[in-house]
């Protein structure tokens, strides 16, 4: 049995705590302040679950996560997902060829014409035909950290909160993990699992030269998102993603707008940081104005003047694929929260196999492995 210390009790670091300690493992999950914290990426209600992705990898990916949201909700007793749909469309967005990856993932969706999609949701306007997938919707990030912190603790993992951690040191065969006050966790292998906050750890992790120099930049974004008061509360919205002149999503806000409105987002539209300690918290005004305007233009449903906004942090790749790669006893886990909410339990699943040598991740995830391999 192997010793874990994983850092960050965030999404991907609670699906990866529960992963490791349902197979034996001793973890002790090590969060900053609480799991779900408005300081990292994976707090509130509302985080867009869809299938439609240009890469079929990633379509396969979705797929397979969603039997273990299936599973998470069930152990859990938490209903975590809302099926409300969601919707497609632009020229950037490619309706029809993201139906084509659909039909070859098995996943049931409706390739509709706009004039077809405007009689379904007439509070919406539509550009190109629209890619509807009835079974996508929305995940509730909060519920979710702490359903999987709850079911990582029930199969003996240890939380600690209130532990930021300031540096990790190999200590013979091991790691020795320094936290608050001169409190530290010995631990045979570390996982890190810090979403916008892993810049500032990389340097600690006395990774090996070469794989730290072929992981990808993190770019590190402070977001921007409003809601828009619904005109009509019975009416039934499904999550959108636009892509023309700027893209843009929407959903339906859940707790986080008081059930009451539209959370609309330009996407990796925000303020870029060294790491997610520089946010400021503080809306950008240009934004704002960004998104009214589309808003009015595109949103006939809500009433384009916000009556919430708030920002939140995006970490990206380059070529916005995943991070999932270990060398000499640290895993590095940045299932980059741009788009990676929806996979969280299955990359619990992977960053255990990785970490625990039982199974491969595939070589796209890997960068690291890839450029060090002979």
């Not at 940081?273 to 305007?293: C, H, I, L, Q, W």
């Amino acid at each position: 049995m192997g010793n874990y210390a994983v850092i960050g009790a965030g999404l991907m670091g609670a699906a990866t705590a529960w992963q490791l300690a349902s197979r034996g493992e001793e973890v002790v999950l090590l969060e900053r302040t609480v799991p779900g914290n408005d300081q990292g990426s994976s707090h509130g209600s509302a985080r867009i679950f869809r299938y439609a992705y240009a890469d079929p990898f990633y379509a396969r990916l979705v797929v397979r996560s969603e039997r273990l949201w299936e599973q998470v909700e069930r152990e859990s007793g938490r209903e975590l997902l809302l099926r409300c749909g969601a919707v497609d469309h632009g020229p950037g967005r490619d309706p029809e060829q993201l139906a084509r990856v659909l039909d070859d993932a098995g996943v049931e969706h409706v390739l509709c014409t706009a004039e077809q999609a405007a009689a379904r949701w007439p509070q919406l306007l539509f550009d190109t035909p629209v890619l509807y997938q009835p079974t996508a919707g929305v995940l509730d990030a909060g519920s979710t950290v702490e359903a999987l912190v709850g079911l990582a603790v029930a199969v003996g993992a240890e939380l600690r909160t209130d532990w930021p951690v300031s540096r990790i040191r190999r200590t013979g065969a091991g790691f020795t993990v320094h936290g608050p006050q001169g409190a530290t966790v010995e631990a045979g292998h570390v996982v890190v699992a810090a979403g916008g906050w892993l810049p500032d750890l990389l340097g600690e992790l006395s990774l090996p030269p070469a794989f730290l120099g072929a992981l990808p930049q993190f770019t590190v974004r402070e977001e921007n998102a409003f809601h828009f008061p619904y005109r009509d509360l019975e009416q039934a919205w499904p999550t959108l993603i636009h892509d023309a002149a700027m893209p843009v999503y929407g959903l339906p806000g859940g707790r986080d707008a008081g059930f009451a409105g539209l959370k609309v987002a330009e996407y990796n539209g925000g303020r870029v940081m060294a790491s997610a300690a520089r946010r400021t918290g503080v809306v950008d005004p240009g934004n704002r104005d960004r998104v009214v305007e589309y808003v009015r233009r595109w949103l006939p449903g809500v009433v384009p003047e916000p009556y919430a906004e708030t920002t939140c942090l995006f970490t990206t790749t380059p070529d916005e694929h995943f991070v999932l790669d270990t060398a000499e006893g640290v895993t590095v886990v940045s299932a980059c929260s741009g788009h990676g909410a929806k996979f969280a339990p299955l990359i619990g699943v992977l960053a255990a196999d990785l970490a625990t040598g039982a199974a491969g991740v595939p070589p796209v995830l890997r960068p690291g492995t890839a450029a060090s391999a002979p």
